[in-house]
């Protein structure tokens, strides 16, 4: 019996880590950049191929071990919204299937489910972030400054409490390995001239109060969210990137939501909470995850997924 428990142990082991793609590794198509989680190739002069890899970070450091599965939400929950938003603002998608600019059957397969064909597109150099709650580094800002971004809040807010309103609150795009910084609205202005900062920031809050009256159906809160756009060769803004996902928001749980406390959420939680314990400078490398930590992780990768994507929970 309990050779009998090792080998199938041991075949679970295999079928996940067939399931799990750490790097692609695509010869057919030239390599343009590996970002934290994503690798893109170049196809041609007007398309790019963005692979969602099963690659997990925290604290800005790449962590050895990758998430079962999680290239696969990550890209079904983005092609979910970008789909559901489209009459909202345009996307980076693009007609092309995979199968029509991957020839190589084996190649295809690696990167099946977990892929792209998107526009190229000139990508604006800030993040547009969206909170509707208050919490992370909104939440430090608001305790030292009462205020977020340069926007003033009301006093005697909560932990996690609901904001009156949703703030639109940019930041940088730091280069891998450095961290995000929080800018003011006057700052976003500087670098993208007043016109496109106020649609970058009108847009922003319209996908995100869309997306989070839709998720709270399912028993989700959205509480905060950011967005990158680009713009084509005539100047129209479009959605690119990642599209509400575990890994660009945070997703509460509605039924184990409660104002004071930080609330449980749909992503990387698990990861950090143990990484916390441990006696680690959150410089690379990083340690290795526990077993335990990275089937509980990728669990609640598909549990978003699931929720956001099948009937209404409320």
Same mark, same amino acid.
């Given at each position: 019996m309990i050779g009998a428990d090792s080998k199938r142990l041991a075949l679970n082991q295999t079928m996940i880590a067939m399931q799990t793609l750490l790097e692609s590794s695509l010869t057919s198509v030239p390599l343009r950049s590996r970002g934290k989680v994503r690798d893109i190739y170049e196809l041609d002069s007007e398309h790019l191929l963005i692979v969602t890899t099963d690659r997990i970070s925290a604290f800005d450091v790449i962590l050895p071990d990758p998430i079962p599965g999680k290239g696969q939400v990550l890209t079904s929950v983005s092609n979910f919204w970008f789909g559901r938003l489209s009459a909202l603002i345009p996307n980076h998608l693009s007609t092309l299937a995979v199968e029509q600019v991957i020839a190589d059957p084996a190649e295809r397969a690696q990167v099946q489910g977990r892929s792209m064909v998107v526009k190229k597109l000139q990508a604006l150099p800030v993040e547009a972030v969206v909170r509707g709650y208050l919490i992370g580094s909104g939440w430090k800002d608001y305790k030292a400054k009462g205020s977020v971004? %340069?926007?003033?809040?009301?006093?005697?807010?909560?932990?996690?409490?609901?904001?009156?309103?949703?703030?639109?609150?940019? /930041?940088?795009?730091? !280069?891998? %390995?450095?961290? =995000?910084? $929080?800018?003011?609205? =006057?700052?976003?202005?500087?670098?993208?001239?007043?016109?496109?900062?106020? !649609?970058?920031?009108?847009? *922003?809050?319209?996908?995100?109060?869309?997306?989070?009256? @839709?998720?709270? &159906?399912?028993?989700?809160?959205?509480?905060?969210? #950011?967005? !990158?756009?680009?713009?084509?060769? #005539?100047?129209?803004?479009?959605?690119?990137? !990642?599209?509400?996902?575990? =890994? *660009?928001?945070?997703?509460?749980?509605?039924?184990? @939501? &409660? +104002? %004071?406390? /930080?609330?449980? /959420?749909?992503? #990387? &939680?698990? +990861?950090?909470?143990?990484?916390? *314990?441990?006696?680690? $400078? #959150?410089?690379?490398?990083a340690p290795r995850l526990p077993p335990e930590v990275i089937a509980r992780t990728s669990e609640k990768y598909r549990e978003a997924e699931a929720r956001l994507l099948g009937e209404p929970t409320v």
């Open positions: 971004c %340069g926007i003033d809040l009301p006093a005697g807010l909560q932990l996690a409490e609901r904001l009156p309103q949703a703030i639109f609150t940019p /930041s940088t795009k730091a !280069e891998k %390995g450095y961290h =995000d910084a $929080n800018i003011t609205f =006057d700052d976003t202005v500087e670098l993208l001239g007043r016109a496109r900062a106020e !649609e970058v920031r009108r847009v *922003s809050l319209q996908l995100y109060r869309a997306a989070a009256d @839709y998720a709270l &159906q399912r028993g989700i809160i959205i509480a905060d969210t #950011k967005f !990158e756009f680009g713009l084509d060769e #005539k100047g129209r803004l479009h959605w690119i990137d !990642e599209a509400l996902t575990p =890994d *660009s928001s945070r997703f509460w749980p509605l039924d184990q @939501y &409660q +104002v %004071g406390i /930080s609330p449980p /959420s749909f992503d #990387k &939680q698990f +990861v950090r909470d143990y990484l916390e *314990s441990l006696d680690w $400078n #959150k410089q690379p490398p």
